[in-house]
């Protein structure tokens, strides 16, 4: 059973830097085709893809937020970590971590999100 | 605004069937599966279709999806009050190396 869970300030004042990590289980970042990618939904809003990180350490980001965010894996303790920096009240969202899979299945090529973590509401104030 | 298009909003009455639509481009949906999520509001999206037509264990077959050219569809028949929730679609861009989601549609069970 595959399971994931985020971690992560609540609270985060206007310019400063936010960091999110993903804890799973039930997967290996070190296996073929497993991945794990980061969402976010703004109150109201739809959902959002951020960011992700492939087992061979290949890295996707957002084109609209590529300048603000880092992702990076530590295989060995099973867990994925998000860097966004200069917060702003705008980023007030719930952030969701999710296993995604990339691989090839004959001749189509797979990617798709399957499991999301609960999700972690980050609250950008003052 | 979403690169996926989809209607903000569908409805329809306990028993009937409705279809959500989802349109994007030969970049996306053209060339990479579709996968459709669920979100009652106040909880995590859960996965409802994926690669174009495929239930995962647990989702009841009246859930259905396809998929032709560049739009996909979701339809879901018998409909049930517990039904009333927001659906997404997703798909790979390859032009922009991007997970893409559509707006959202709010389905409401009258």
């Known amino acids: 059973q595959v399971t994931l869970r985020e971690s992560g300030p609540a609270l985060v004042k206007p310019t400063q830097t936010l960091t999110l990590t993903c804890t799973f289980s039930g997967m290996s970042l070190s296996t073929s085709a497993m991945c794990v990618s980061w969402i976010r939904q703004s109150p109201g809003k739809a959902l959002e893809w951020l960011a992700r990180?492939?087992?061979?350490?290949?890295?996707y980001y957002s084109t609209s937020l590529k300048t603000r965010l880092t992702i990076s894996k530590d295989t060995s303790k099973n867990q994925v970590v998000l860097i966004m920096t200069n917060m702003d009240p705008v980023d007030t969202a719930t952030y969701y971590c999710?296993?995604?899979?990339?691989?090839?299945?004959?001749?189509?090529?797979?990617?798709?999100?399957?499991?999301w973590g609960q999700g972690t509401l980050v609250t950008v104030s003052s | 605004q979403s690169v996926l298009t989809q209607p903000p909003s569908a409805s329809g009455t306990p028993g009937q069937r409705v279809a959500i639509s989802c349109s994007g481009s030969?970049?996306?949906?053209?060339?990479?599966?579709v996968y459709w999520y669920q979100q009652v509001p106040g909880t995590a999206p859960k996965l409802l279709i994926y690669?174009?037509?495929l239930r995962p264990s647990g989702v009841p077959d009246r859930f259905s999806g396809s998929k032709s050219g560049t739009s996909a569809s979701l339809a879901i028949s018998g409909l049930r009050s517990e039904d009333e929730a927001d659906y997404y679609c997703a798909a790979w861009d390859d032009s922009l190396s991007n997970w893409l989601f559509g707006g959202g549609t709010k389905l409401t069970v009258l």
């Open positions: 999710t296993r995604t899979l990339s691989r090839f299945l004959g001749r189509d090529k797979e990617v798709g999100i399957d499991y």
């Open positions: 030969s970049s996306n949906i053209g060339s990479n599966f």
């Open positions: 690669r174009n037509n």
């Open positions: 990180i492939d087992w061979d350490d290949a890295k």
